[in-house]
């Protein structure tokens, strides 16, 4: 079983930054690729960026040049930078993992449970 724990979140004005983290914990795992969606209130869950083990990464182009992804193998954490925050980033934010797990070598997502950033006007 794969538990992610999200934290970060907050409030901020618009401009300012926010630093969210996810650490991924449990055993018989191994993470293929990290990853941050977000939902808006009325609004379909979408991609914000991902990045794999090998240090790849791709953003939604909205959060191109102002969000950054990152992510620290050895703790399985995926960190994402929010700078330049604007009130239309508002939204509740959730990690993903995709593993492959180790005793059946099937591939699985899992999700953390989420964590509000609020950018104020």
């Known amino acids: 079983q794969v538990h992610l724990v999200e934290s970060g979140g907050g409030l901020v004005q618009a401009g300012g930054s926010l630093r969210l983290s996810c650490a991924a914990s449990g055993s018989g795992f191994s993470i293929i690729t990290m990853g941050w969606y977000r939902q808006a209130p009325g609004k379909q869950r979408e991609l914000v960026a991902q990045?794999?083990?090998?240090?790849?990464?791709n953003y939604a182009d909205f959060v191109k040049g102002r969000f950054t992804i990152s992510r620290d193998n050895a703790k399985n954490t995926v960190y994402l930078q929010m700078n330049s925050l604007r009130p239309e980033d508002t939204a509740v934010y959730y990690c993903?993992?995709?593993?492959?797990?180790?005793?059946?070598?099937?591939?699985?997502?899992?999700w953390g449970q989420g964590t509000q950033v609020t950018v104020s006007s």
């Open positions: 993903s993992a995709g593993v492959v797990i180790t005793r059946t070598l099937s591939v699985d997502s899992y």
């Open positions: 990045i794999t083990g090998g240090g790849s990464s």
